[in-house]
């Protein structure tokens, strides 16, 4: 897929077609070969994916093509505090001395042609957003203040439970 949204932590199977004249041209399923290494990455949206975080991938045998190989990945959402995210194949044919990062227009890597990746926070207290009944959750207080809780100023703070802290105020 082109756009995963996802909760944090959950995984998806993201699928990514390689050709490399003379390794994926071999027969019409997936031609292994130890210089060819393909990998699933993610990285925040719009960064350069030499900084990003790869991951192995394996051929899909299900693929039936004369010229092309499929492969397929995990994608784990990261956390929900750094979305959105993109992710991208790259592959190398030399055992992974170089590499070619690759988007789904096929061509020369663009951000803008990068799989898009929205992680969403898991529900409940501590995913950093105040949701339900929560007066707070981490650094989401909502309106709240020292002043609107009756007190003059400080620092207001959330708890482990979901709850005001005014100890500061």
Do not use: K, M
């Not at 350069?48 to 010229?67: I, L, Q, S, V």
């Not at 993109?86 to 042609?113: E, P, Q």
């Not at 707070?136 to 620092?155: I, P, S, V, W």
């Amino acid at each position: 897929p082109l756009t995963v949204t996802a909760q944090q932590g959950t995984q998806h199977t993201v699928y990514g077609r390689v050709r490399v004249t003379g390794l994926t041209d071999l027969t019409t399923g997936p031609d292994v070969d130890a210089r060819l290494v393909v990998q699933l990455g993610v990285g925040p949206d719009g960064s350069a994916p030499t900084t990003w975080t790869w991951a192995a991938t394996t051929p899909h045998a299900g693929y039936a093509n004369a010229t092309t190989d499929e492969y397929q990945g995990t994608l784990t959402a990261p956390s929900s505090l750094g979305s959105p995210y993109d992710y991208a194949y790259r592959v190398s044919g030399d055992g992974g001395l170089t590499w070619r990062y690759c988007d789904a227009s096929g061509g020369a890597y663009a951000a803008a042609d990068a799989g898009a990746l929205v992680s969403e926070p898991l529900p409940g207290c501590q995913n950093g957003i105040r949701e339900g009944t929560e007066a707070c959750d981490g650094n989401d207080l909502g309106t709240a203040t020292c002043l609107n809780q009756g007190f003059y100023g400080g620092d207001l703070s959330c708890d482990a439970d979901c709850t005001l802290n005014v100890s500061a105020c």
